[in-house]
Nanobody, 122 residues
Framework: QGQLVESGGGSVQAGGNLRLSCADSEYIGRCMGWFRQAPGKEREGVASIYLPTSRTTYADSVRGRFTISRDSFEKTLYLQMEDLRIDDSAMYYC?????????????????WGQGTQVTVSS
């Protein structure tokens, strides 16, 4: 089973941009996604991509601001985040699985990274 390693988190002011990266190794499945978890809240799905077709899914809260993509040659998953808001602050996790539906449910993923922190301030 492959491993996932996130990077790119940090602190930014509201309205700013960040790009998260997730490097994978070996076969990780047909579906990859980004989740986030804020203190005291449940982990929620942010975006997913079904690798065979590049079909993407977004949570309503980030649609139009976040873009998920994957560079298959570099074996790296990205999350471009724009117009960040204070409530986007959370630990962001990269995940992978083999679900053909490739949605935003945690149960569809069986490999997780350690997370990277994103903090948005006013």
């Amino acid at each position: 089973q492959g491993q996932l390693v996130e990077s790119g988190g940090g602190s930014v002011q509201a309205g700013g941009n960040l790009r998260l990266s997730c490097a994978d190794s070996e076969y990780i499945g047909r579906c990859m996604g980004w989740f986030r978890q804020a203190p005291g809240k449940e982990r929620e799905g942010v975006a997913s991509i079904y690798l065979p077709t590049s079909r993407t899914t977004y949570a309503d809260s980030v649609r139009g601001r976040f873009t998920i993509s994957r560079d298959s040659f570099e074996k790296t998953l990205y999350l471009q985040m724009e117009d960040l808001r204070i409530d986007d602050s959370a630990m962001y996790y990269c995940a992978a699985g083999d679900s053909p539906w490739c949605g935003l449910r945690r149960s569809e993923y069986n490999t997780w990274g350690q997370g990277t922190q994103v903090t948005v301030s006013s």
